[in-house]
């Protein structure tokens, strides 16, 4: 009688996950991450192209407002519709050169401009233009024209230049926003923020 009973009771009962059920979990966890990083790099890329849009229009702005500003000279007279000087160099990061930026240096991390002890020059300029970025940035910026510190002539352009690593592939992509002087109206036609295809293909 007692025999009979442990063989009914004496059994444990032992519960756990099959090899089945733990790959269907496992596989369902790289799915999901999957999912997640690819949304994260678009997030990122998504976020490189928008500073890049948003720093050349404020490139451009600055550029028109400085143009038709006008300037005090030491006649007593003022001056407008001259460009600004072309930018010594390219500015961005600290770590891909600060105001000596250089695109091949950039590693598709962000970084701040180090204006605390940067040329003065270059700050001033940069001031005239309303073009100091505070923010972190991931690219490296620059402004030059047809005609730096005079008058355009007819279908002359200015130029706001990017380079920004988009994609992460170490290969940094060009972009432009250009305005073109239409003496007819005594301002500029703006140009689209555009990709060089002859940089990084994003």
């Known amino acids: 009688m007692n025999r009979l009973h442990w063989k009914k009771t004496g059994k444990t009962k032992k519960s756990g996950f099959t090899l089945i059920e733990l790959m269907v979990v496992?596989?369902?966890?790289g799915i999901l991450a999957a999912v997640a990083i690819t949304s994260f790099v678009g997030y990122i890329r998504s976020s490189k192209q928008s500073e890049v849009g948003e720093n050349l229009d404020r490139?451009?702005?600055g550029v028109v407002d400085y143009f038709d500003k006008p300037r005090g000279q030491q006649t007593g007279t003022s001056i407008s519709t001259v460009m600004p000087p072309d930018l010594p160099a390219f500015f961005g990061p600290n770590f891909a050169g600060g105001f000596n930026c250089n695109p091949v240096q950039l590693s598709g991390n962000s970084g701040y401009v180090p204006y605390t002890g940067g040329p003065p020059a270059f700050i001033v300029l940069l001031r005239e233009l309303k073009?100091?970025?505070?923010?972190?940035i991931y690219g490296c910026y620059n402004f030059k024209s047809?005609?730096?510190?005079g008058m355009l002539a007819?279908?002359?352009k200015f130029y706001c230049e990017a380079w920004t690593d988009v994609d992460d592939d170490n290969m940094p992509a060009h972009f432009h926003k250009v305005g073109t002087f239409?003496?007819?109206?005594n301002s500029f036609q703006a140009g689209h923020v555009w990709h060089d295809d002859a940089?990084?293909?994003y």
């Open 59 to 61: 490139c451009y702005k």
């Open 131 to 136: 073009w100091v970025i505070t923010d972190a």
């Open 26 to 29: 496992v596989a369902v966890i």
């Open 182 to 185: 239409l003496p007819d109206i």
């Open 199 to 201: 940089s990084d293909e």
């Open 146 to 149: 047809d005609n730096p510190g």
């Open 154 to 156: 007819p279908n002359q």
